[in-house]
């Protein structure tokens, strides 16, 4: 299984970005994406997620501002950020919570290679 990402780059604040992922393989069913963050000096966190039935869950300091969304037929995953802030900057990686044709009856989790978000003030 492979996660692959797109869509980083450079915004000034108060600006949008869109990423995407796709997953592609052997891939029986995903439970779950998402996006997580990792800036500078910092742990990587959780951004935002949804589930295979639509439910999602985000981190505080983006919600209002990121909507992420799913094609489940595409296996893709997306997020909306808006209304940037410098904060923001970090690179973003991709997360998927698959079953796989291989091992059906386990959850593994798969990430892609990450994408640098950077928003300048």
Same mark, same amino acid.
């Given at each position: 299984?492979?996660?692959? +990402?797109?869509? =980083?780059?450079?915004? &000034? /604040?108060? #600006?949008?970005? $869109?990423?995407?992922? %796709?997953?592609?393989? !052997?891939?029986?069913?995903? +439970?779950?994406? =998402?996006?997580?963050? &990792? /800036?500078? #000096?910092?742990? $990587?966190?959780?951004? %935002?997620?949804?589930? !295979?039935?639509?439910?999602?869950?985000?981190?505080?300091?983006?919600?209002?501002?990121?909507?992420?969304? $799913?094609?489940?037929?595409?296996?893709?995953?997306?997020?909306?950020?808006?209304?940037?802030?410098?904060?923001?900057?970090a690179v973003y990686?991709?997360?998927?919570?698959?079953?796989?044709?291989?091992?059906?009856?386990?959850?593994?989790?798969?990430?892609?290679?990450?994408?640098?978000?950077?928003?300048?003030?």
């Open positions: 299984v492979q996660l692959q +990402a797109s869509g =980083g780059g450079l915004a &000034q /604040a108060g #600006g949008s970005l $869109r990423l995407s992922c %796709a997953a592609s393989g !052997s891939i029986r069913s995903i +439970a779950a994406m =998402g996006w997580f963050r &990792q /800036a500078p #000096g910092k742990q $990587r966190e959780l951004v %935002a997620v949804i589930a !295979s039935g639509g439910g999602t869950n985000a981190a505080n300091s983006v919600q209002g501002r990121f909507i992420i969304s $799913r094609d489940n037929a595409k296996n893709t995953v997306y997020l909306q950020m808006n209304s940037l802030e410098p904060e923001d900057t990686y991709c997360y998927g919570a698959i079953r796989t044709w291989s091992d059906p009856r386990r959850v593994m989790e798969y990430w892609g290679q990450g994408t640098l978000v950077t928003v300048s003030s």
